[in-house]
């Protein structure tokens, strides 16, 4: 904003007026080159508009997450401030606001007088306008220098005041600058403008105060430190609050009576939130600000750099409503706290996502976010900043165990094999894919098996998903490629943070254990993935924001950012399958039990998901979905992943699940998912599998576990390595697949050649005549070669 002064012919006057600054605090050696400086002061006044913290809140719109700002500020419109407080505050400042042109004559007198008769400069004659004016001029002051001259004592200073505010003056009205006077001034704790006061120092809007409040707050100006009423001197306050009562009597505002009214009452102190630090820190709703804040730094359109877009958060004044629902976030928080305590190494953690809209709705764990760890015990706990629901930093986020199977199935399901689709499933497997030691290798083979031996059987995707059958997962990637499954949850959000997994995923062709969940990813980023499949294969980029408003009221909320990854019947058939885990059933074929039977029982509604939990049981999750809400729960110890969880542990995942979404569908009963209308094959008629135990009901078939208690079956029954194609071998019959004949002599259905790379079979053919040339040929053939012509 730029106001000219133009010609005033009262600069003569104010000039000559300057003959006073001596006894108004300004050396007298310096009144001559004071007087000859006014004239040479520019006439423009420029007035960036003043920086405001922005405000958090959740989806309410009335609940505050956090604010983010140097300055705790909430600017406020003239109709949003009580009348009684601009009366207080002119009253106490400038009576005769409304008389002068932003310079006092009249005042100056009176200050003159006073200083004169104390010995001392006890008035400075500051019009409010000439204070506002000094408040700006810190505001732009682009060097420490410049700021300290803003409000140094010296004829320059007041000289620059007074010329600016006669040209304020000129360009606004009354109403005006005391309205912008009051979003400037500040007022003690933390509190800039007297929108933040009222909240601060009474836990209400400015519009809402009455005359004792106003009293106090406008006694603050002058010196928010020596009549602080929250922890400064409380009589001291009190007092000015009186002196302020006397000087509203004295200008006519109020009468005798109101003002003895008022002084025999108690300061009014009903404090609100206390500004702290800004951000994150100190939050009830932590690891959601911290997530949110994160998210703003990333937004191309708040500016350039990280660093340009967080000074426009902390600066801009932005009004944000949240997708953070309180009421489900206090269901979440109760579910996880009536299974783990804060203090717990252990951390249960859940994030619920909106299908379709990518709005994040719960982020919620047993910690507290807080920076105070000088009561932590061993690890970070119960006090940590570390991003444990969104990851970021160094913070990668946790093995997911047999989630991942799903991006195997979908893999699978574009390929375009059915649901049907039927695979032998030994307990244990020899795979193509080279092992790397352990109880899960054979040979130079790795060879996964199943939780129990009651899984070995011939399954097809419903009975395989929903009872968490390793083996014919293994088969199943082997038959799409792992490739395809990687490249299947990148397309669905998952990005690769550690190095491990990002030297896998650029080999993705030889990454068999992928299926298994072995690579780290983190609650939102899950959450994210299977909200997809409840939006028929759209997926939405999570976001903390439902609304978006700049200081000027207007909606910049930026537009959901989706995108149609699968072919919407590839996603309800995977949903149909993922019913069978919940106990829910399948729409169009036969599920043989659940590894989460219980959950369909607790959510009362249609429900489908996912558990899955590491080797060793280092971590359990379970992801699931209804038609409006995506949840993904997990539990591990963060600082230390070897601190293995007990067997009873491994459900808790899926007990918090259940809890949230059944409060979800509580508020919201609506939907149903669609079955698919391709992509089932035989359905109902496939007789394969276990069959449930009493009739076709899902989840009462043998093997029903309410956990998934391990994704490579050497969790509670370790199998020893046994030679390949041995008598022991429980896997596939056929020759050994040590050698190059054997390799090649094994299975020729061309599978597992597929994704073998001629790097490995060179290794394999070491020391054999013509070998290498042989593996080059090979290795060549088979990438160039269309999978499905192995098939």
């Given at each position: 904003m730029l106001w000219r002064l133009g010609r005033l012919s009262v600069i003569t006057g104010m000039v000559a007026a300057l003959g006073l600054l001596p006894l108004l605090g300004?050396?007298?050696?310096?009144?001559?080159?004071?007087?000859?400086?006014f004239t040479s002061l520019p006439a423009d006044f420029t007035l960036p508009r003043v920086p405001e913290a922005s405000t958090l809140y959740a989806s309410d719109g009335e609940t505050v997450i956090a604010t983010f700002g140097d300055q705790y500020r909430i600017n406020s419109d003239s109709e949003d401030i009580a009348e009684v407080l601009k009366q207080a505050i002119v009253a106490a400042e400038d009576a005769r606001f409304y008389e002068h042109n932003g310079v006092d004559s009249k005042g100056i007198v009176r200050a003159l007088v006073s200083n004169f008769s104390s010995g001392e400069v006890t008035e400075g004659a500051s019009t409010i306008t000439m204070q506002y004016v000094r408040q700006v001029l810190v505001y732009t002051a682009e060097s420490p220098d410049e700021a300290e001259a803003a409000i140094e004592t010296s004829p320059d200073r007041k000289l620059r005041e007074m010329r600016y505010a006669l040209a304020v003056e000129q360009a606004m009205t009354k109403d005006e600058i005391l309205t912008v006077?009051?979003?400037?001034?500040?007022?003690?704790?933390?509190?800039?403008?007297?929108?933040?006061?009222?909240?601060?120092?009474?836990?209400?809007?400015a519009d809402e105060l009455d005359l004792n409040e106003a009293a106090t707050l406008a006694g603050l100006v002058q010196s928010p430190s020596e009549y602080d009423p929250i922890s400064g001197d409380a009589e001291a306050a009190k007092d000015r609050r009186d002196y302020v009562l006397d000087r509203m009597v004295d200008v006519g505002t109020i009468d005798a009576a109101e003002a003895a009214e008022v002084a025999a009452t108690p300061l009014p102190l009903h404090p609100g939130t206390l500004p702290g630090d800004s951000g994150a820190d100190g939050s009830e709703y932590g690891f959601f600000a911290d997530y949110?804040?994160?998210w703003w730094s990333r937004q191309e359109q708040f500016g350039s750099t990280?660093?340009?877009?967080l000074a426009l958060l902390n600066g801009g004044g932005y009004h944000i409503v949240s997708s953070l629902d309180v009421g489900l976030q206090k269901a979440a928080e109760d579910a996880i706290a009536a299974q783990q305590p804060k203090d717990s190494p252990y951390a249960l953690g859940s994030v619920v996502v909106e299908p379709g809209t990518g709005q994040v709705k719960v982020m919620a764990v047993n910690r507290n976010y807080s920076a105070d760890t000088e009561d932590n015990g061993d690890g970070n706990y119960p006090n940590t900043t570390n991003p444990l629901l969104s990851g970021g930093s160094d913070f990668h986020g946790y093995q997911a165990g047999s989630t991942f199977k799903m991006f195997t199935m979908l893999a699978a399901l574009e390929a375009g094999m059915n649901l049907d689709t039927a695979i032998y499933s030994p307990h244990r497997y020899t795979s193509q894919y080279f092992g790397g030691g352990g109880t899960s290798s054979c040979g130079v083979y790795w060879c996964p098996s199943n939780d129990?031996?009651?899984?070995?059987?011939?399954h097809n995707m419903w009975t395989a998903f929903g009872r968490s059958v390793n083996t014919y997962f293994v088969q199943l990637e082997e038959r799409v490629g792992a490739d395809k499954a990687v490249e299947m949850a990148e397309r669905l959000g998952l990005e690769w943070t550690t190095d491990v997994d990002r030297t896998q995923a650029a080999a993705a062709v030889d990454w068999g254990s992928f299926t298994l969940g072995?690579?780290?990813?983190?609650?939102?980023?899950?959450?994210?993935?299977?909200?997809?499949?409840?939006?028929?294969?759209?997926?939405?980029?999570?976001?903390?924001?439902?609304?978006?408003?700049?200081f000027n009221g207007a909606d910049v909320t930026p537009e959901p950012r989706t995108e149609q990854v699968l072919e919407p019947d590839v996603a309800r058939a995977a949903v149909d399958a993922a019913r069978c885990t919940t106990g829910y059933g399948a729409a169009s074929g036969a599920c043989a039990g659940g590894t989460a039977g219980q959950v369909a029982g607790i959510v009362g509604g249609p429900v489908a998901g996912k558990t899955g939990t590491t080797d060793g049981d280092s971590t359990a999750w379970f992801t699931g979905f209804t038609p409006n809400l995506a949840v993904a729960s997990f539990m591990a110890d963060p600082d230390d992943p070897g601190n293995l969880l007990q067997p009873w542990m491994t459900s808790m995942p899926t007990n918090v699940s259940a809890q949230v979404l059944a409060a979800g569908w509580r508020a919201d009963p609506s939907g149903e998912f669609t079955p698919p209308q391709e992509l089932v094959g035989n359905g109902f008629n496939t007789g394969i599998g276990q069959p449930p135990g009493d009739g076709d009901e899902p989840g009462d078939g043998p093997g029903d576990d309410t956990t998934d208690p391990g994704d490579t079956g050497d969790d509670e029954d370790p199998t020893e390595p046994v030679e390949p194609g041995g008598p022991d071998d429980p896997g596939n019959p056929g020759g050994p697949p040590g050698d190059l004949p054997g390799l090649f002599g094994r299975r020729q259905t061309g599978l597992e050649a597929v994704s073998y790379s001629s790097n490995h079979i060179k290794e394999l053919s070491a020391g054999q005549p013509d070998a290498p040339g042989v593996a080059d040929a090979a290795g060549s053939v088979l990438r160039s070669s269309a999978r499905r012509d192995f098939f």
């Open positions: 300004v050396s007298g050696l310096a009144l001559k080159a004071g007087a000859d400086g006077y009051l979003n400037t001034v500040y007022f003690g704790h933390g509190a800039y403008g007297v929108g933040s006061a009222a909240r601060v120092y009474f836990g209400k809007n949110f804040e994160s990280v660093q340009e877009r129990n031996t009651s899984m070995t059987g011939t072995v690579a780290s990813v983190t609650p939102l980023q899950m959450a994210a993935a299977y909200a997809a499949l409840a939006a028929d294969g759209e997926y939405a980029e999570p976001t903390p924001i439902a609304e978006l408003r700049d």
